[in-house]
Nanobody
Framework: AQLVESGGGLVKAGGSLRLSCTAS????????IGWFRQAPGKEREAILC????????YYADSVKGRFITSRDKAKNTAYLQMNNLKPEDTAVYYC????????????????????WGQGTQVTVSS
């Protein structure tokens, strides 16, 4: 079972990027998807989690209104659309899968996620 991310890169402040997270080897539909990021010298931060059952999504304040997640179940792929990027968004971004659902009060606990992607670097220049 694995998650594979893609789509990272270098972008100027104010720009946009879309990350992809493709799953294989497990029942994708049963898992909710979280996105995390880790900046150099900082702890890993949960930025959102989206429930598979109803699409309800919890966003961290740091990305609310700028980042949007979506999911194509037919392609076993989740997406993270990142708009109005800021230099402080620079980090390695990870997708992760948790079953069966995530909740507002604890989606940020990384230990709850069974599968993780390898991470993709996003760098935002000023």
């Amino acid at each position: 079972a694995q998650l594979v991310e893609s789509g990272g890169g270098l972008v100027k402040a104010g720009g946009s990027l879309r990350l992809s997270c493709t799953a294989s080897g497990f029942t994708w539909d049963l898992y909710s998807i979280g996105w995390f990021r880790q900046a150099p010298g900082k702890e890993r931060e949960a930025i959102l989690c989206s429930n598979s059952s109803d699409g309800s999504t919890y966003y961290a304040d740091s990305v609310k209104g700028r980042f949007i997640t979506s999911r194509d179940k037919a392609k076993n792929t989740a997406y993270l659309q990142m708009n109005n990027l800021k230099p402080e968004d620079t980090a390695v971004y990870y997708c992760a899968a948790t079953a069966p659902y995530c909740m507002r009060t604890y989606y940020h606990y990384s230990s709850l996620y069974a599968y993780w992607g390898q991470g993709t670097q996003v760098t935002v220049s000023s």
